[in-house]
């Protein structure tokens, strides 16, 4: 009622004022731009500046942070790119706001269809980051992605991810979750062993 709580609101934002160039003068500038110092000013025990200087400054993302999907592809021994993506559909059935569109390769010659995707977009403005796609991927052949800096100037030149945008290759996949590779690669390994044991 008499203003001690304006008072004490300006203590507090004081103090943190004050706390930051103690703490900068006692840790310098590697408090700064380095991930030990992202990684104490995160911490519950930091005292001062406790906030990110973003774009210099990044906090690090989750194994299981999930933005737009991408396309999975391996390389051959010519080097071309083979995307695991068989283009069966099923990621566009089951996404909620249907925002992927995929169109099926067909033989030149006999006409009957191959699998592999002619044509995949994805409509960034409309997908809701959900990963029902990639969780109901029968191959394994549809991620989600960390990359979540994707403003453009114009949305409709910008936000709509063809097939050649989409594809990444499976190390990129590995780097960004070693945890579900690693899970994902030992199973298709004993898949393979048992069905060479079959064999």
């Keep these: 009622m008499n203003g001690s709580g304006i008072i004490s609101g300006l203590w507090i934002t004081f103090r943190h004022l ?19 110092g992202i990684a104490d000013r995160s911490s519950a025990t930091t005292q001062g500046i406790f906030s990110i200087q973003y774009p210099e400054e990044k906090l690090p993302t989750p194994e299981n942070f999930r933005f737009i999907p991408f396309l999975v592809y391996r390389e051959d021994e010519k080097g071309e790119k083979i995307p ?3 283009s069966c559909g099923i990621c566009a059935k089951v996404c909620p706001p249907q925002c992927i569109s995929i169109k099926r390769s067909a033989d030149p010659v006999t006409g009957k ?3 592999i995707p002619a044509e995949f977009y ?7 980051n959900c990963g029902f796609c990639a969780e109901f991927c029968p ?7 960390h990359d979540y800096e994707l403003s453009v100037i114009n ?3 910008g936000n709509l991810f063809d097939k050649n945008h989409l594809l990444k290759p499976m190390e990129y996949y590995a780097k960004i979750r070693p945890t ?4 994902e690669d030992a199973v298709r390994k004993q898949k393979e062993a048992a069905k060479k044991a079959k064999e």
């Design 155 to 157: 949305n409709r030149d």
């Design 180 to 183: 579900h590779f690693a899970e």
């Design 139 to 145: 191959f394994d052949a549809i991620k989600m992605d």
């Design 84 to 86: 695991l993506c068989t």
């Design 113 to 115: 269809p191959i699998p």
């Design 18 to 36: 004050m706390l930051t160039y103690i703490e900068d003068f006692r840790k310098g500038p590697k408090h700064y731009y380095t991930a030990e």
């Design 122 to 128: 994805i409509d960034v403005d409309i997908c809701m």
